[in-house]
């Protein structure tokens, strides 16, 4: 018997993987253009 498809719970996994991994590249993002930012106004300064 050949089993096609994805269960419920496997989509569920990938939903929570997922979800873990886009929020912590939510929380990510403004840090890395605070860093970017401030290289930046380093660079002009000198």
Known sequence: MTE???S???M???LA????????AARM???L???NLRT???FQLQ
Do not use: D, H, K, Y
């Open 12 to 14: 569920l996994i990938a």
């Open 29 to 31: 993002l403004p840090l």
């Open 33 to 35: 253009q605070l860093n």
């Open 40 to 42: 930046l106004m380093r």
């Open 4 to 6: 096609r498809g994805s």
């Open 17 to 24: 993987i997922s979800s873990v991994l886009l929020l912590s």
């Open 8 to 10: 419920l719970a496997e």
